[in-house]
């Protein structure tokens, strides 16, 4: 799919828009032209999975797409870099704060962070991301709308989710 190409699957509808995402794991695997977002809505229930990636005008752009209802949940994925690699990190990466910042910004019902205890490294535990995340949910206006779901758990979307 192209970035803003929908297709439909019966009564699914499922639009892409454009990530922005870097790798740079070992020097290779740099920018990623082809990274991708869904929106996936079925005109009463609505996810926004961003795939891994910075802040892009096409997150907030996707969950206006279903205008006037609501987002139901955005999948959106949390990452940790040291303080002196975090410009670069946060090019193509959303840290902790950045996506409660998106989950703002899209007025989602749910948000559910994914991607943390992904990837370990000399600079960074596998779970400093989530770790950093939960703290700053603590006195967060909105934290009972965040589902922290560990491997495995399932979460299903309801009328009353939240």
Known sequence: MESGEEIRIHDL??????????????????????????????????????????????AVSLARKIFPRQLDVALLPIGFAPRWKEHFFRRGHLTAGDALSLFEELNARVLIPFHWGTFRHVTSGAFDAIEIFRSLLTGY??????????????FRVTDHTA
Do not use: E
Request: net charge positive; proline share 5%; no cysteine.
């Open 141 to 154: 206006a909105k934290s009972s709308q965040v589902k922290i779901l560990p491997p495995g758990a399932t």
């Open 13 to 58: 509808s499922v639009t892409a828009g454009t990530a922005r995402h870097v790798g740079a794991r070992y020097g290779i695997d740099r920018w990623r032209g082809a990274a991708h977002m869904y929106l996936v809505d079925d005109g009463t229930t609505s996810i926004l999975f961003t795939g891994d990636t910075a802040i892009t005008p096409d």
